[in-house]
């Protein structure tokens, strides 16, 4: 993990939190704390914490804005609703995956309850169109548009995701749809909606939109990479926390495909009934390894990243040094 | 219960149906198979059917904005977002209730499971303002702030509801409050939105505003008799099925609050541990009308009924026997 944030994602937080803040203090008590403590500013008891994510999205909403229209002003708006469906999902996610931690904290529907967090996921979904109408953006509505598309993308992606634990027969297209949906999806809207907002060419935000799409990817094979292999004091889940939940992601797909003697292996311990021992994980990731599937998932990644740089490339856009800098830090993380 | 659908009733079905089930095709085929079975179109095998409700909400924008706009048709994209979001709250509201069936039929949430039931309803929520602004509405903008701001409404309202469950000390004042937010702000919204997103007059807008805030509070008190008294024939519930789950509706929490010997009563059932017998449900059915909660009900309906007539004589309005007509099909139910 690289010690310095850059200075992007330091200043994302601070451009787009007041607009955040003001949105999320609009809701009724109720799903207004919960939200407040899922977005780690403030504890189980209301008071004041500083515990939230890396604002990756806004970040990246602002830094495309930037290249696009000069500033990054016309871009908050946007940052803030995609960082409102962003969180609406995860908010959803965990009750439905029953994920009982996210961010090195437990995860507000063990707080709260299933419903109240149901509640405050809805009521920031309500929020982000809002938020984008009432900006002085002149292209507000499409904005809301594509933001309400990608929003069922996500449904569409977590759908797949939640069906994925049933079947047996999940084959690596499909499991790259699913991360397309889950992942790639809103990192394309986060990229384009400020400049789609404020009214930039066709052709901007369309690069925009395919570089976010392919960074997305990338970044989703990371953290697949991340859930086999991250540290545990960096990821905040436990050693190849992935093969406990017996996720199918898009290196354990490869492998279970690969027709390699490790993805048979791989496939025996992952219809095992019982969970698997220590040795045993330790097992289905060398599996996962042997059968060339970390390798092949490293290199996919640093071909997505080629497609993201090369879409910016076509764009007619500004300066792509600070854009650039925080790809590298979401994608390095690993590779 | 009148034998005659009142015309507006039958006609809306057909006039709104075309945008709702073009936006419900929208979906993922998951969240749109949930969704369609939910809405009645098919049987939890996909089969066709008929099972719909009764397009209450739909019926009355169509009625207000005629009155307003002179015709029916700069509703329609209004009609099918209100729908959506009730749809999408009624999902979420029968998970976190745990209520098995809903129009006579099983519940989404118990064919589908819980997740598929949350997802289908965050679709339905993020579908509803891409209707309106993909409709040629001049002020679909607007219209989706209002049907935004009041999404969050309904959410304090479910999360009120929630809280009364847990709660001895709900005064009457909180729960009426509760039941304009759980039922009248969406028919305020419903009875505005055509012709807000039309543009009609801010004098129009408003007193269509208003006057779904009455009816919608007729209309709930009305659904809280039913809940007491209403034929299970007709309501799809067991007799007296409100006192069963000791829900704390506007005539409970009104015998509750009485200060007579019948509320004395009816707390000490509300607080017995076991399931009430069938003979404590009766008698706590009885201490509700010795309170004389039933009677206060009744004439609270009435007040409410024509504090909404008022406000239509005051909004310079078209012709207001078609949404009258409407008014008298829902709130006479039970009168």
């Not at 500033?71 to 995860?90: D, K, M, T």
């Not at 169109?129 to 933001?147: F, G």
């Not at 789609?196 to 953290?223: N, P, W």
Request: one cysteine or more.
């Amino acid at each position: 993990m690289t010690a310095v944030l850059p200075l992007a994602l330091r200043t994302a937080r601070e451009q787009v939190d007041p607009t955040l803040r003001a949105a999320v203090a609009r809701l009724d008590r109720d799903s207004r704390r919960v939200s407040e403590y899922h977005f780690g500013w403030v504890d189980a008891d209301g008071a004041h914490t500083e515990a939230g994510g890396k604002a990756l999205r806004p970040a990246m909403t602002l830094a495309a804005t930037e290249i696009a229209c000069g500033a990054a002003q016309p871009g908050i708006a946007g940052a803030a609703a995609v960082e409102l469906v962003h969180n609406f999902s995860l908010l959803h996610d965990d009750v439905m995956d029953g994920d009982a931690s996210r961010r090195h904290r437990p995860t507000a529907w063990t707080v709260f309850g299933s419903s109240a967090a149901i509640l405050a996921g809805d009521a920031l979904l309500a929020l982000a169109p809002d938020v984008l109408l009432e900006s002085d953006a002149p292209h507000a509505a499409v904005a809301v548009r594509s933001l309400s598309a990608t929003t069922r993308v996500l449904i569409a992606g977590q759908a797949a995701d939640l069906d994925f634990e049933r079947r047996q027969d999940v084959d690596l297209t499909e499991c790259l749809s699913m991360a397309h949906d889950k992942t790639a999806a809103l990192l394309a809207c986060a990229c384009s909606i400020g400049a789609l907002s404020a009214g930039a060419s066709r052709e901007q935000v369309r690069a925009l939109h395919a570089y976010g799409t392919e960074l997305g990817m990338a970044f989703q094979l990371v953290d697949d990479l991340l859930g086999l292999w991250g540290d545990p004091q960096v990821t905040g889940k436990p050693v190849l926390s992935d093969l406990r939940t017996r996720k199918k992601t898009v290196p354990v797909v490869h492998a279970l495909t690969s027709g390699t003697a490790a993805g048979e292996r791989l496939w025996e311990l992952y219809a095992q009934p019982d969970p698997l021992t220590e040795e045993q994980l330790h097992e289905a990731a060398e599996m996962v390894r042997r059968a060339g599937s970390e390798d092949w998932t490293r290199q996919e990644c640093r071909r997505r990243l080629e497609l993201a740089e090369a879409q910016l490339d076509a764009g007619s856009l500004g300066d792509t040094t600070a854009l650039g800098e925080l790809a590298e830090f979401i994608v390095r993380r690993k590779l």
